[in-house]
């Protein structure tokens, strides 16, 4: 027991009246030790957690402080407030507050549930970016999971023009979709210039992945809803996003190509950022086209495989733990006994910047202003220019070049050397086209000696009594592999 007794001397009056209520007060031991702890408690909230809390944030400003001076785009504010505010901010636009009540009627249903609803989606889909996170964690991965499949090579890009982008625009790099290595491949070559935001499909949202891809800045899609409350409050995050100059990277392709060549354009997040675009205000946006290409494309066929689905059909491939161990188990032992070999080469170039003011100034146009079904159309438009763009840059690499001299013809066996002029001949109308040729150690035979290992590695092509012979059954692989580059010899043909 604790006791606490008062001065019964004649001190001050309010000592006396104390006195004259109770000789003394009685306390337990553990009601004590649980004030103490509220005490502590108190005392850690009110003082010593705000002055760590208020450290921690002037560390992570001067971080960023940092990071800014040596990226060539900047991180925005916006990619930096807090998850919470950008989801109250979201819930609290006009727009979707009008999708709400326009659902509540549609529906039937109270107000409060369908912006509950409102909520999820936006939980959902706002990011909680960390710079820690993408740099120190997130861009060191991504550099040591491409470096470990690939030899990773940058093709062209245009470092001035890309230095001459204004400061405060909106910047979306514009990539074509080969792989889901596109993500990792793009974030580790880009790094030095800005963390990217993507959207991410619904593949990533798995415990554990879900978070670490939220605190890099990304956010989920579902790529196929058609709930329209869903893609306003989706649409108007985009628009939020771009008009606060967020790096972003999209793929207007909408999806992984099935058959190796470049899908049509899909609007989508594309249409989301250039529709509230004022021609007028103060921030551009500015495109900037990727193309990207791989010797080997780790879901070639898978792909493949889904190539014969009806066009908007959606592939339904299944999972097999045991494949993917036999898989794992079977490189592990590779890398272990020396004989394992990396994915040949893989390759991003730059194409030079689109700003959206340039096209849209000279024939006064405005997004805004238009009715939908011009709006739509004229947005169509600019995003088949965009899709060429990207085109022009897509690297043509040793496997493709070698897959294409092999198809070509009515597929009669070769000797190295007719393969070697084949080679020769598609290198130099791709060179007169303008398109970029990666030539490994600027040896074509050695490129061409690249290619014909990794599809014999692979039994896509056989070598009997001296001549290579394409393989019927993997024709599709082949022609998966052609076709990355065939966009560049229509190109390349005399009209």
Known sequence: MVHSATDRGGGSQVTGYLAQISDEVVLPFWALAGLSLLAALALLDRLLVPSVRWALRVRAERAIDRLNRQLKLRIQPFKMTKRHLLIDRLLHDPDVLA???????????????????????????????????????????????????????????????????????????????????????????????????????????????????????????????????????????????????????????????????????????????????????????????????????????????????????????????????????????????????????????????????????????????MPVDERHAEIQVLGERLMRSVANVVPALPVPLVATAILAGDGEPLTLFELKGRVFDLIARLENAGAYVHIPRHDRDYAIETGLRMLLERRLIILQDGVYTRVPKELAILRYYANSIAHLLLKSAPA
């Not at 070999?341 to 100034?361: N, T």
Request: hydrophobic share 45%; charged share 20%; aromatic share 12%.
């Open 99 to 369: 999708a709400v009540d326009a659902m509540a009627a549609e529906v039937r249903e109270p107000r409060e549930a369908v912006m509950r609803r409102a909520a999820s989606y936006a939980r959902e889909i706002v990011p909680s970016f960390s710079a820690y996170a993408y740099f120190k964690i997130g861009t060191r991965l991504a550099r040591r999971i491409s470096k470990s499949l690939y030899r990773v090579r940058l093709g062209v890009i245009d470092t001035a023009a890309i230095d001459a982008i204004p400061p405060n625009a909106s910047v979306v790099f514009v990539i074509n979709h080969r792989s889901n290595m596109d993500y990792i491949l793009v974030t580790y070559v880009a790094a030095s210039a800005s963390a990217l935001s993507y959207a991410v499909g619904e593949w990533a949202q798995v415990w554990g992945l879900r978070s670490l891809i939220r605190s890099m800045g990304a956010y989920f899609i579902r790529r196929n809803s058609r709930d329209q409350l869903y893609r306003r409050v989706l649409a108007r995050y985009v628009d939020m996003a771009t008009k606060a100059g967020v790096v972003q990277a999209i793929f207007p392709e909408g999806g992984l190509s099935r058959d190796g060549s470049l899908r049509p354009v899909k609007l989508g997040l594309f249409a989301y950022m250039v529709s509230g675009f004022d021609p007028q205000g103060a921030r551009d946006i500015v495109f900037i086209p990727v193309g990207v290409n791989y010797d080997r494309v780790l879901e070639d066929r898978v792909l493949t495989a889904a190539a014969d689905l009806a066009p908007g059909d959606t592939p339904r491939f299944g999972f097999s733990p045991l494949v993917l161990g036999t898989y794992l188990l079977r490189n592990l032992w590779l890398r272990v006994s020396g004989g394992w070999h990396r994915y040949g080469y893989a390759c991003v170039s730059f194409g030079k910047p689109i700003s959206l003011k340039a096209i849209l100034q000279p024939r006064a146009l405005d997004f805004r202003a």
